[in-house]
Structures are given as structure tokens and as C-alpha cells.
């Protein structure tokens, strides 16, 4: 059995397919029916099994319902690699909001405290895409520009807030690990602790600038603070 931090290298979609083919606890991540899919394979390199995403003009990704309190484990781990940065994107400009790799947490909380304007958003939301957007939504992105750090809100919605993970043409090629404290994170990003973790994924995309990318995907995990682990 698949530790849930593993199991997204079982993922193998070449096209959307349908649920039952998909790793059990597994789903695709539709943006909405307008958008062009990614599209995902399973491949080896380097000795080890990792998710190579293609977009092309595409937005689309792959994400895990959360079984574990991201209070107990709020430090996210993961590595990923892309090929090229998408020319044309900055994450600030609706039109050109796209980027080669994202990590996407999604966070349950009550959407009637939020002020009108934010569930207006989710409405409008709902409206277009047939989807309930969450009560909030955490995203680590490869950013062209903005400094690594950088704290970027959506467009379109207040509830979605980006934190620069990666930044720049230096390493692209070549693979990164990166570990972010989501929970110091989330607060930087919503000025509150975070509401239960409803699932967490991957999204690569191009649907804006009409670009095309790829990128890989390692193994996505979760542990305890550090000051967690030391004896008391």
C-alpha cells in the first residue's frame, strides 16, 4: 500500500480519464470544461518513478484528498523540475496568470464570515466552472520574476493566494527541493490558522499565454515542525 505522500507517482494520464482509472484517493483537478487538459505520464529517471506534466495552451492537474491535520504536520517537502519558464506569465495579470509547476493546497473553513466581495467570488466561481471553490486555496509556484518568498494573490479571487517557491531561468533543467512551513505560510497569506487540509496536488499550466511547458514532479510530503521532534 501507497504512503499518500508516494501515491502521486502512481498517477499515468496521458488525457483525461475517468475516475476509476486513477489511483485509488486520486482524482483530476479540472479547472473548468473550457480549459484544454495537461497531460500527465509516469515516467523513470534517475533511478526513480516522478510525474512529467506537459501543457500546451492547457491548464489541468491531479490532487489527493488530505487524511492528516496540517496543524500536526505543517512542513511541505517536495522537488520538481521544469523544462523551459513560461515566457509570457505573470502570476499579478489575469490574462497571463500561468506556471510551469505548482504544489495546490486547498483549505476548508465558513465562507459565510467572509466579506460579500469574497463570496461573490466564489459564486461567480461557481457559476463558471460547475465547482465549488474551497474556503481557501494555497498554491507554491515557479515564478518569472518575483522574488522566491513573495507573496502574490490571484486576479480574480482573494481566496486564492500564491507563494513564490522558485523564481528565475537558474534552475531551470535541473531538479529542486524545496520545503515551505504551509502553516506560517497559510497565516502570512489569510491572516489566520488554517482550516482542515481538504486535499493537496499538482498543476502545471499554459491556458493564458498559449505557451508550452513541461515539468516533473517528485514525491510531495508532510511532517512535523522541526521544533516538534526536539526532546523536551
Not at 502521486?8 to 483525461?16: D, E, F, G, Q, S
Not at 521544469?82 to 505573470?90: E, N
Request: aromatic share 8%.
Amino acid at each position: 500500500m501507497l504512503k499518500p505522500a508516494a501515491a502521486v507517482l502512481c498517477l499515468l494520464a496521458c488525457a483525461p480519464v475517468p475516475a476509476a482509472d486513477l489511483p485509488q484517493g486520486w482524482e483530476a483537478l479540472k479547472i473548468n470544461d473550457k480549459k484544454k487538459p495537461t497531460r500527465y505520464f509516469l515516467i523513470e529517471e534517475g533511478g526513480r518513478k516522478v510525474l512529467h506534466a506537459r501543457a500546451d495552451a492547457s491548464a489541468s492537474g491531479l490532487q489527493r484528498a488530505a487524511s492528516f491535520s496540517i496543524l500536526e504536520r505543517p512542513m511541505a517537502r517536495w522537488s520538481w523540475k521544469v523544462s523551459r519558464l513560461v515566457a509570457g506569465a505573470d502570476n499579478s495579470r489575469a490574462g497571463r496568470e500561468d506556471s510551469p509547476a505548482r504544489i495546490v493546497l486547498a483549505f476548508d473553513g465558513d465562507t459565510a464570515k467572509l466579506p460579500r466581495i469574497d463570496q461573490a467570488s466564489l459564486y461567480v466561481s461557481y457559476r463558471l466552472s460547475g465547482q465549488h471553490l474551497p474556503y481557501a486555496t494555497l498554491m507554491y509556484i515557479w515564478s518569472n520574476k518575483a522574488p522566491v518568498g513573495s507573496l502574490i494573490e490571484n486576479p480574480h479571487t482573494r481566496r486564492i493566494q500564491m507563494v513564490v517557491a522558485s523564481s528565475g531561468a537558474a534552475g531551470v533543467g535541473a531538479w529542486q527541493t524545496l520545503e515551505r512551513d504551509v502553516r506560517a505560510d497559510y497565516w502570512r497569506a489569510f491572516k489566520e490558522e488554517p482550516g482542515r487540509l481538504l486535499s493537496y496536488g499538482v498543476l502545471t499550466d499554459t491556458d493564458n499565454t498559449g505557451e508550452s511547458v513541461e515539468a516533473w514532479y517528485g514525491e510531495i510530503e508532510f511532517r512535523p515542525a522541526v521544533s516538534a521532534l526536539r526532546p523536551r
